[in-house]
Nanobody, 115 residues
């Protein structure tokens, strides 16, 4: 079993920054991929960024150059640094852990970008 707890969401003005954190507990391997997804109202959940155990990263085109994903394997924590936020980044952000047999998800943290 894996438990994921996100934090760091909130209300921010356009152009602002936020840093999301996801603390993982349970049967965790530092070799497994972890990532951030988001779901805006009325839209499907989409990948924002993913990081492998070795630190290889991929980003959605819409966030490339603005968001940075990182992980601290000693703390079993993955981060998402979000800069230059736009109103279209408003969504619930979910942490994801890829296991060999299933994916695990956090409950999400709401990010609202508005003036």
């Amino acid at each position: 079993q894996v438990q994921l707890v996100e934090s760091g969401g909130g209300l921010v003005q356009p152009g602002g920054s936020l840093r999301l954190s996801c603390a993982a507990s349970g049967t965790i391997s530092s070799f497994n991929n972890m990532g951030w997804y988001r779901q805006a109202p009325g839209k499907q959940r989409e990948l924002v960024a993913r990081i492998s155990g070795g630190g290889r990263t991929i980003y959605a085109g819409s966030v490339k150059g603005r968001f940075t994903i990182s992980r601290d394997n000693a703390k079993n924590t993955v981060y998402l640094q979000m800069n230059g936020l736009k109103p279209e980044d408003t969504a619930v952000y979910y942490c994801n852990y890829e296991n060999y047999d299933m994916d695990y998800w956090g409950k999400g943290t709401l990010v609202t970008v508005s003036s």
